[in-house]
């Protein structure tokens, strides 16, 4: 067939909830992953489904997404997931003060 159009309809997840679910996880893969959307989210909305689960290990989650944020090994896996030069540092910040806020509450 050349030129055909095919057309397909999908459920797919809510951002925030993705986005939950990778700060749950706590891995740099999913840290890079939630950076590289961090500015089309509103993190608040992210918040309630953040909020679900172990309240331990959701803290012990989000310490080790600071860490892995100020990372020198963010900024290349960064390079290498997505071909981007640089991680924007606002994204970073912005991303640091949502997680610490976050840990503050679980506190």
């Known amino acids: ?3 055909g159009t095919v057309t397909t309809t999908a459920r797919v997840i809510d951002g925030a909830v993705l986005v939950a679910a990778k700060l749950h996880s706590g891995r740099e893969t999913d840290l890079r992953d939630v950076l590289a959307v961090a ?22 989650q ?18 290498s997931d997505f071909g981007a030069s640089a991680v924007s540092a606002e ?8 997680l610490s806020s976050q840990i503050n509450q679980l506190g």
């Open 1 to 3: 067939m050349s030129g």
């Open 62 to 79: 989000l310490e080790r997404g600071l860490e892995v944020l100020q990372s020198d090994e963010l900024k290349h896996g960064y390079r």
């Open 39 to 60: 500015e089309e989210i509103d993190l608040e909305d992210v918040t309630p489904h953040l909020w679900r689960g172990d309240e331990g290990a959701l803290q012990e």
């Open 91 to 98: 994204t970073v910040s912005i991303l640091k003060t949502y």
